[in-house]
């Protein structure tokens, strides 16, 4: 249908977002034809209040199943004119659950020959998962690909090359969803060509150059096709408002329906039909229900000569309807969308078609607020995440005089029977309801042989067995949202808590974590702000040392790759580790090219490795390939606690990959020298403004991964580019230097000594601290000793030089006393303050000399 049809259609007096627009100050600018395509509503969601809704997506709102697709069909028409007719024979399209599953669908029909597949939340027995993101401001955030043909994403065409891959969402907003998803494939199917595809264009300034930023970094030309483009403008305050204003409509309707048998439509019942009439479709064998496990031309060809007997089968039953809603199933939308559009073009009656939803929304009825009734019913699915309410919008009180409920079999329960279920609901509020089953698509099982031209979706191996556990674990962060690295540079298995109050003064954390009231991670010390003084030493220390960590970097780097494997994954402890990630991901991709795949997690003494994040390295890569990385060893505690973690999950290897093992604890590092390694003299300035993580019962539950912030507001002061920049820009001069040192170390014996661990042992008796927990050797160590903790004393080997001189300068600003010993493995060790109270502190706040 053309776009003057489509604006008849969706043009009212009274603009559907002005009653939000009014009350919370939300502005929608941008084309002539954005307020005819978008309304606003709000919702209770901890990321965005208010929900744009499309009049022409057929989701919340009921439109003509003709617009519904035209809408789609003419988007794909733009894709093929845009990629031009080979290209487009060749491409795949992508569409995302739940709104814009028959979206993309109908963008591939217009494309012409386009497979499609779209992802899901709906688990399948048996199917392997080629892929997942998340979607970070959805109420339902985390997606599945279960393609039943393991190739189908890589799409090759005759000369084996990754086929334009077309992503489809309802709306382009921050484009993180996009994003997420294009990392995620473009590292298992490196392609040359993205198109990304969208009914509205709503990203901010700031959020526009993200997709050019992509292609530079991958070399992959990305284009953005989009029927309608604007900004939502958003005033101070809005979450909060939109929060407090939805509580009060809410109290507002349950007071004022408190009599009411039907409350949840907003208004009054009528008495419901008796009879819910069941329509044998006659659906065409093999034929999908939809994209979830993908959906070819062949099946196209099937389909479309099938559709006009279909809408005859429900043209009869219907009768004398004259108004007619077609009524979707969450992500199954083009299904019922096609029978829509076929029923459409065979009757005279006003054909109307949209879906039922997992998203909750509020309901006013007011001409100016875009969701003006909702029914609330159980999920019938039996959903991996468990029960729940559903709810069907704008349906109540629009005056149908029959709702045809269309659903797939797995959905054919008996909580859809049930008194309180969807027909049940939808009874109450027309003459007629009929029910028509698409039969669920059961992909066959995958024969013994992989597909030649690309990997096959692997089996889903013993350690893995979470790809089907009911809930997601959600895709990494990454920069520039989630830290000031690049987002190539590392994915963060951690979740932000930057809005969480966590700091507490340095006294009080210590003497809650001595007298066993709490663990040093369930807070975190107030970030230390280094002197003129000091960012002068950590300038110097970096300028000095940056050719001595270049040749670590690259001596430990090549052995990983010489002794793990050629592609190996690396995954760094954070923080500490993941500067020394960063920069063993870019010796590899600066002298071999490689583009090796780099996170980060959290790991907790005493509490052990975040579980969460290990299923999910395991759901996405073969534990064998992954290497733990981490920046130091003093005394091994961390290399221990790992070992002991892993030994509930198979596949993983319990070595870590150090800079620098001064403690003799690994057999894979780049030097035993205990130097001064600047990127220790400072906190989240050098390590992508990312804090130190947390574990806490009330902010990390069973199923989240372990916390940490983003200190956006220190950005005047990140060092961590600089960092990272100093130090590989002497990869070249230290080649032949860590050619020589690998060889050597290959054939050498480097089994862990331990040396170090004897020694704190022996620091703790001879000062009578009893706790090998409060002696933290090494240069590192002893750095983070003096801004994280109340220090006692610093032990410093002597006639230590310069490596030390940051360690003297943090001392005296403490008024710690440095002790010159002899006979010590490191060059320093920290002492924490034994037996902690305020009172050790003194009345200055500095640290005491005696116990």
């Given at each position: 249908?053309?776009?003057?049809?489509?604006r008849e259609?969706?043009?009212?007096?009274v603009?559907?977002?002005?009653?939000?627009?009014e009350?919370l100050?939300?502005?929608l600018t941008?084309?002539?034809?954005?307020r005819d395509?978008?309304?606003?509503?709000?919702?209770?969601n901890?990321?965005r209040?208010?929900?744009?809704v499309?009049?022409?997506?057929g989701?919340h709102?009921?439109?003509r199943?003709?617009?519904?697709?035209?809408a789609?069909?003419e988007?794909?028409?733009?894709v093929?004119a845009?990629?031009?007719?080979?290209?487009a024979?060749?491409a795949?399209?992508?569409g995302y659950?739940e709104t814009?599953?028959?979206?993309?669908h109908?963008?591939a029909?217009g494309?012409g020959?386009?497979p499609?597949?779209?992802s899901?939340r709906?688990?399948?027995a048996?199917?392997?998962?080629?892929?997942?993101f998340?979607e970070?401001h959805?109420h339902a955030?985390?997606?599945?690909?279960?393609p039943e043909?393991g190739?189908l994403?890589?799409?090759p065409?005759?000369d084996?090359?990754?086929?334009?891959l077309v992503l489809?969402?309802d709306?382009?907003?921050?484009?993180?969803?996009?994003?997420?998803?294009m990392r995620?494939?473009?590292?298992?199917?490196?392609r040359e060509r993205y198109?990304?595809?969208?009914?509205?264009?709503?990203r901010?300034?700031?959020d526009?150059g993200r997709?050019?930023e992509?292609?530079?970094?991958?070399?992959?030309?990305?284009?953005?096709?989009?029927?309608?483009?604007?900004t939502?403008?958003?005033?101070?305050?809005?979450?909060?408002?939109?929060?407090?204003l939805?509580a009060?409509?809410?109290?507002?309707q349950?007071?004022r329906?408190?009599?009411?048998a039907?409350?949840?439509s907003g208004?009054?019942?009528v008495?419901?039909?008796t009879?819910?009439t069941?329509?044998?479709?006659?659906w065409?064998?093999?034929v999908?229900?939809?994209g979830?496990?993908g959906?070819?031309?062949?099946?196209?060809?099937?389909?479309e000569p099938?559709?006009?007997?279909?809408?005859?089968r429900i043209?009869?039953?219907?009768?004398?309807?004259?108004?007619v809603?077609?009524?979707?199933?969450e992500?199954?939308?083009?299904?019922?969308?096609?029978?829509?559009?076929?029923?459409e073009a065979?009757?005279?009656a006003?054909v109307?078609?949209?879906?039922?939803?997992?998203?909750p929304v509020?309901a006013?009825?007011d001409?100016g607020?875009?969701?003006?009734s909702?029914?609330v019913?159980p999920?019938?699915?039996?959903p991996?995440?468990?029960?729940g309410?559903?709810?069907?919008?704008?349906v109540?009180?629009?005056?149908?005089d029959a709702?045809v409920?269309?659903?797939d079999?797995?959905?054919?329960?008996?909580?859809l029977h049930?008194p309180?279920g969807l027909?049940?609901?939808?009874?109450?509020?027309?003459?007629r309801?009929?029910?028509?089953?698409?039969?669920?698509?059961t992909p066959?099982?995958a024969p013994d042989?992989?597909p030649a031209s690309a990997?096959?979706?692997?089996?889903?191996?013993?350690?893995?067995?979470?790809?089907q556990?009911?809930?997601?674990?959600?895709?990494p962060?990454?920069g520039p949202?989630?830290s000031?690295?690049?987002?190539?540079?590392?994915g963060w298995?951690?979740?932000?808590l930057?809005?969480?109050?966590?700091?507490?003064?340095?006294?009080?954390r210590e003497?809650?974590?001595q007298?066993?009231?709490?663990?040093?991670?369930?807070?975190?010390p107030?970030?230390?702000?280094?002197s003129?003084?000091?960012q002068?030493l950590?300038?110097?220390?970096?300028?000095t040392?940056a050719?001595r960590i270049?040749r670590?970097v690259?001596?430990?780097t090549?052995?990983v790759?010489?002794?793990?494997?050629?592609?190996?994954v690396?995954?760094s402890?954070a923080r500490?580790?993941?500067?020394?990630g960063?920069l063993?991901?870019?010796?590899?991709?600066?002298?071999?090219?490689l583009d090796?795949?780099?996170y980060a997690?959290?790991?907790?003494?005493g509490?052990g490795i975040?579980a969460n994040?290990l299923?999910?390295l395991?759901a996405?890569?073969d534990?064998?390939?992954?290497v733990f990385?981490?920046?130091w060893?003093?005394k091994?505690a961390?290399t221990r606690?790992?070992?002991?973690?892993?030994a509930?999950f198979?596949g993983?290897?319990?070595?870590?990959?150090?800079l620098?093992?001064?403690?003799?604890?690994?057999?894979?590092y780049?030097?035993?020298?205990?130097?001064?390694?600047?990127?220790?003299?400072?906190n989240?300035t050098v390590?992508g403004?990312i804090?130190?993580?947390?574990?806490?019962a009330?902010?990390?539950?069973?199923e989240?991964?372990?916390?940490?912030?983003?200190?956006?507001?220190?950005a005047?002061?990140?060092?961590?580019g600089?960092?990272?920049?100093?130090?590989?820009?002497?990869?070249?001069?230290v080649?032949?230097?860590?050619?020589?040192e690998?060889?050597?170390?290959l054939?050498?014996?480097?089994?862990?000594?331990?040396?170090g661990?004897?020694?704190?042992?022996r620091i703790?008796?001879?000062?009578?601290?009893?706790d090998?927990?409060?002696?933290?050797?090494g240069?590192?160590e002893?750095t983070?000793?003096?801004?994280?903790?109340?220090?006692?004393?610093?032990?410093?080997?002597r006639?230590?030089?310069?490596?030390?001189?940051h360690?003297?300068?943090?001392a005296?600003q403490?008024?710690?006393p440095?002790?010159?010993?002899?006979e010590?493995?490191y060059?320093?060790?920290?002492?924490?303050?034994?037996q902690?109270?305020?009172?050790?502190?003194?009345?200055d706040g500095?640290?005491?000399t005696?116990?």
């Amino acid at each position: 249908m053309s776009e003057r049809a489509t604006r008849e259609e969706t043009v009212d007096v009274v603009w559907s977002g002005s009653w939000v627009a009014e009350r919370l100050g939300v502005e929608l600018t941008g084309d002539g034809e954005l307020r005819d395509m978008l309304g606003l509503a709000l919702r209770r969601n901890p990321k965005r209040a208010h929900l744009l809704v499309s009049n022409v997506l057929g989701k919340h709102v009921p439109q003509r199943p003709s617009v519904v697709y035209g809408a789609g069909f003419e988007l794909g028409e733009r894709v093929r004119a845009l990629l031009g007719d080979s290209e487009a024979a060749r491409a795949v399209v992508l569409g995302y659950a739940e709104t814009a599953t028959g979206l993309g669908h109908a963008v591939a029909d217009g494309l012409g020959s386009a497979p499609y597949l779209h992802s899901t939340r709906r688990p399948v027995a048996g199917v392997a998962r080629a892929g997942g993101f998340e979607e970070s401001h959805s109420h339902a955030t985390s997606h599945l690909l279960l393609p039943e043909d393991g190739a189908l994403l890589a799409g090759p065409g005759s000369d084996g090359a990754p086929a334009p891959l077309v992503l489809v969402d309802d709306e382009f907003s921050t484009g993180n969803t996009v994003l997420n998803t294009m990392r995620m494939l473009h590292e298992l199917y490196p392609r040359e060509r993205y198109v990304v595809v969208a009914l509205v264009d709503m990203r901010s300034e700031r959020d526009r150059g993200r997709l050019d930023e992509f292609a530079a970094e991958t070399g992959a030309r990305v284009d953005l096709v989009a029927r309608g483009a604007g900004t939502v403008g958003l005033p101070d305050g809005v979450l909060e408002r939109g929060r407090a204003l939805v509580a009060a409509q809410e109290a507002e309707q349950e007071a004022r329906e408190s009599g009411r048998a039907a409350p949840e439509s907003g208004r009054p019942p009528v008495e419901p039909a008796t009879v819910c009439t069941r329509i044998p479709l006659g659906w065409p064998a093999g034929v999908p229900d939809g994209g979830r496990h993908g959906f070819t031309p062949a099946h196209r060809a099937l389909l479309e000569p099938a559709l006009p007997g279909m809408a005859a089968r429900i043209a009869d039953a219907l009768g004398d309807a004259r108004r007619v809603l077609v009524l979707g199933f969450e992500e199954l939308m083009y299904a019922p969308l096609r029978l829509g559009t076929a029923l459409e073009a065979l009757t005279d009656a006003d054909v109307r078609y949209s879906t039922t939803t997992r998203s909750p929304v509020l309901a006013v009825d007011d001409p100016g607020y875009a969701i003006r009734s909702r029914l609330v019913f159980p999920a019938h699915d039996n959903p991996a995440d468990g029960p729940g309410d559903r709810y069907a919008y704008n349906v109540a009180g629009a005056g149908f005089d029959a709702v045809v409920a269309v659903v797939d079999s797995t959905a054919d329960t008996p909580e859809l029977h049930a008194p309180d279920g969807l027909l049940a609901r939808l009874g109450a509020h027309t003459g007629r309801v009929l029910l028509a089953v698409v039969p669920s698509y059961t992909p066959a099982p995958a024969p013994d042989a992989e597909p030649a031209s690309a990997p096959a979706a692997e089996p889903v191996p013993s350690h893995a067995s979470d790809r089907q556990e009911p809930r997601m674990l959600p895709e990494p962060l990454r920069g520039p949202d989630f830290s000031s690295y690049a987002a190539g540079d590392v994915g963060w298995l951690l979740q932000d808590l930057s809005d969480t109050e966590l700091e507490a003064p340095t006294e009080e954390r210590e003497e809650a974590i001595q007298s066993g009231g709490a663990h040093y991670a369930e807070s975190l010390p107030v970030e230390y702000q280094p002197s003129a003084e000091y960012q002068a030493l950590f300038q110097a220390a970096l300028d000095t040392s940056a050719a001595r960590i270049a040749r670590a970097v690259g001596t430990v780097t090549e052995t990983v790759l010489a002794e793990r494997g050629p592609r190996p994954v690396l995954v760094s402890l954070a923080r500490a580790g993941t500067p020394v990630g960063v920069l063993m991901r870019r010796w590899a991709q600066h002298r071999h090219g490689l583009d090796l795949p780099h996170y980060a997690v959290s790991i907790v003494r005493g509490r052990g490795i975040d579980a969460n994040a290990l299923r999910w390295l395991a759901a996405h890569h073969d534990p064998a390939d992954i290497v733990f990385v981490d920046g130091w060893t003093g005394k091994g505690a961390i290399t221990r606690e790992l070992a002991v973690a892993l030994a509930g999950f198979e596949g993983f290897n319990p070595e870590i990959a150090v800079l620098a093992d001064p403690g003799g604890c690994v057999r894979t590092y780049g030097t035993r020298e205990d130097f001064l390694i600047p990127s220790a003299c400072l906190n989240s300035t050098v390590s992508g403004l990312i804090s130190r993580t947390v574990l806490r019962a009330d902010l990390v539950g069973p199923e989240d991964f372990h916390g940490a912030k983003f200190y956006r507001e220190l950005a005047g002061a990140d060092v961590s580019g600089h960092f990272l920049d100093t130090v590989a820009a002497r990869f070249d001069e230290v080649v032949d230097g860590v050619d020589a040192e690998v060889k050597e170390l290959l054939t050498a014996d480097r089994a862990p000594t331990w040396e170090g661990w004897a020694a704190v042992e022996r620091i703790s008796e001879e000062y009578g601290i009893h706790d090998v927990n409060l002696v933290k050797p090494g240069v590192g160590e002893t750095t983070r000793v003096l801004l994280r903790r109340v220090p006692w004393k610093i032990l410093a080997q002597r006639g230590a030089g310069a490596d030390l001189e940051h360690i003297r300068l943090l001392a005296a600003q403490r008024g710690v006393p440095v002790e010159e010993v002899d006979e010590l493995p490191y060059t320093c060790v920290g002492l924490i303050h034994p037996q902690f109270t305020r009172g050790a502190t003194g009345a200055d706040g500095k640290a005491v000399t005696e116990k």
